[in-house]
């Protein structure tokens, strides 16, 4: 099946810094990409949705200067968590739409000290 | 059993057992609906899906269940394995994959 590679998997970083997620479908072209973020014993939650080449729509509740998403092309968007803060750790997952279904990156654990 | 709260569902079966995970969905118009496997650490993995215009369908080892009269789906496992440990989780959407919502998620944990 197709792959979504999503890097890197686990990133510590220190209150106050920025930290950027790649999410990359590697053998198609996906149309739409979407981030999700996901707190320990909980659903994934739907943070935004991107397609190429425009802006992306956030869910409500959702900052969209904090979290800013770039999907510049048709393989690759990226989500940067800014100013990130302890309340920011979670698990970020990635999903890649081509014209027939949705397929999830392995998720980005992501913790702020 | 089941507990509430931040933790979440979880089912305990017996290696070899059926299993049947609930879930309740929320949005009528909804016409698309997946399941998903989560192990720790590790992205949602498609199991299988079904369209609204279905009542069933089966797939290796698996079985969905669709009830849009009561919007309820459930997932039947067949003789689980310890590798079917993980947390499960519907999810619908509306359209196609324009927007997919994930409901709670159950843990099933399997007993060798």
């Known amino acids: 099946g197709a792959v979504v590679s999503q890097h890197p998997s686990r990133v510590i970083c220190k209150s106050g810094t920025s930290v950027k997620i790649e999410c990359r479908s590697l053998?198609?072209?996906?149309?739409?990409m979407f981030w999700y973020r996901q707190f320990p014993k909980q659903s994934l939650m739907l943070m935004a949705t991107?397609?190429?080449?425009?802006?992306?729509?956030?869910e409500q509740g959702v900052e969209k200067d904090k979290f800013l998403i770039n999907h510049a092309s048709l393989t690759l968007s990226t989500l940067t968590v800014t100013s990130a803060h302890p309340e920011d750790s979670s698990f970020y997952i990635c999903?890649?739409?081509?014209?027939?279904?949705?397929?999830f990156g392995q998720g980005t654990r992501l913790t702020v000290v | 059993g089941e507990s509430v709260g931040l933790h979440l569902p979880t089912l305990s079966v017996q290696e070899g057992d059926n299993s049947i995970i609930n879930c309740a969905y929320s949005?009528?118009?909804?016409?698309?609906f997946i399941w998903y496997k989560q192990e720790s650490g590790k992205g949602p993995q498609f199991i299988i899906d079904?369209?609204?215009?279905?009542d069933k369908r089966q797939g290796q080892r698996v079985t969905v269940l669709l009830n849009k009269t009561v919007k309820h789906l459930s997932l039947q496992i067949a003789a689980t394995q310890p590798g079917d440990s993980a947390v499960y989780f519907c999810?619908?959407?509306?359209?196609?994959?324009?927007?997919?919502?994930f409901g709670i998620g159950t843990k099933l944990q399997v007993i060798p």
């Open positions: 949005n009528s118009a909804s016409d698309y």
């Open positions: 053998d198609f072209q996906a149309t739409t």
């Open positions: 991107s397609n190429e080449g425009s802006k992306a729509t956030y």
């Open positions: 999810a619908e959407t509306e359209g196609g994959y324009q927007k997919v919502t």
């Open positions: 999903s890649a739409r081509d014209d027939r279904e949705a397929f």
């Open positions: 079904i369209r609204s215009n279905m």
